[in-house]
């Protein structure tokens, strides 16, 4: 069973920094690509970015770019979100999702319950 369990959310201060941790287990992930998400309250669920669990390969959504980071330890299988300059604007629950690059890919496959974010600003 596939499971995904984000941590590292809390309640912080504009201007820190914040870093998320997403612990996967249940299957090899070499094959797949690991992201983040995000859901503030009354929108969308919003891409953040994702890795290639294999080669590290990152891609991020323009709104955090150079602002967030995504990187993975593969000993650990873990998926990590670094955060840096908050603001108000980020309050939202945080989800890590994975997705399998077989074939090209065939959408975000598994996701974690969240851990929620939030900044006073």
């Known amino acids: 069973q596939v499971q995904l369990v984000e941590s590292g959310g809390g309640l912080v201060q504009a201007g820190d920094s914040l870093r998320l941790s997403c612990a996967a287990s249940?299957?090899?992930?070499?094959?797949?690509?690991m992201g983040w998400f995000r859901q503030a309250p009354g929108k969308e669920r919003e891409f953040l970015a994702n890795i290639n669990w294999s080669v590290g390969r990152a891609y991020y959504a323009d709104s955090v770019k150079g602002r967030f980071t995504i990187s993975r330890d593969t000993a650990k299988n873990t998926v990590y979100l670094q955060m840096n300059s908050l603001n108000a604007e980020d309050t939202a629950v945080y989800y890590c999702?994975?997705?399998?690059?077989?074939?090209?890919?065939?959408?975000?496959?598994?996701w974690g319950k969240g851990t929620l974010v939030t900044v006073s600003s």
């Open positions: 999702a994975a997705g399998s690059l077989a074939g090209g890919g065939s959408g975000w496959e598994y």
């Open positions: 249940g299957r090899t992930f070499s094959n797949y690509a």
